[in-house]
C-alpha cells in the first residue's frame, strides 16, 4: 500500500497547480484520500478530502472556493486543483488514506496510510 504525491513546484500568486496523489498496491474505489499541508513551523493542516461511497468532500475554509478535489478511479490517482494561489499556501502537501468503515470526509477521519510530501511554494 502505497501513495505518492506529485505535481509541487514553484509558482507565482495567482496561478495554479494541480496535484496529484497516486495509489499504489490498492484501488481506490474503497479508500477515502484526504490532503493536508505543513508549513514551517506550523502544524499540519487538513485542507480537502474526497469521500469514497458517499461521494464527500471537505475543504478547508482557507481553500475553498479556489481547490477542486477529484478522483480518478482508472487512474487510482486523488487530484487536487489548486487555483488563485497565494502564499500563504506555500508548504509541504501530503495525501492519506484510509478504508475504515465508516470513513467519510463528512468528518475528519482517521488516516492510515501517507505518502511523502510535495513542496508547493507561492512567491512573486
Known amino acids: 500500500v502505497q501513495l505518492q504525491a506529485y505535481g509541487g513546484g514553484l509558482v507565482q500568486p495567482g496561478k495554479s497547480l494541480r496535484l496529484s496523489c497516486v495509489l499504489s498496491g490498492f484501488s481506490l474505489d474503497y479508500y477515502v484520500v484526504g490532503w493536508f499541508r505543513q508549513a514551517p513551523g506550523k502544524a499540519r493542516e487538513w485542507v480537502s478530502c474526497?469521500?469514497?461511497?458517499?461521494?464527500?468532500?471537505y475543504y478547508a475554509d482557507s481553500v475553498k472556493d479556489r481547490w477542486t478535489i477529484s478522483r480518478d478511479i482508472a487512474k487510482n490517482t486523488v487530484y487536487l486543483q489548486m487555483d488563485n494561489l497565494k502564499p500563504e499556501d506555500t508548504a509541504v502537501y501530503y495525501c492519506?488514506?484510509?478504508?475504515?468503515?465508516?470513513?467519510?470526509?463528512?468528518?475528519?477521519?482517521?488516516?492510515?496510510?501517507w505518502g511523502p510530501g510535495t513542496l508547493v511554494t507561492v512567491s512573486s
Open positions: 492519506a488514506a484510509t478504508n475504515r468503515y465508516g470513513s467519510t470526509c463528512a468528518r475528519r477521519p482517521n488516516f492510515d496510510f
Open positions: 474526497a469521500g469514497n461511497s458517499d461521494g464527500s468532500t
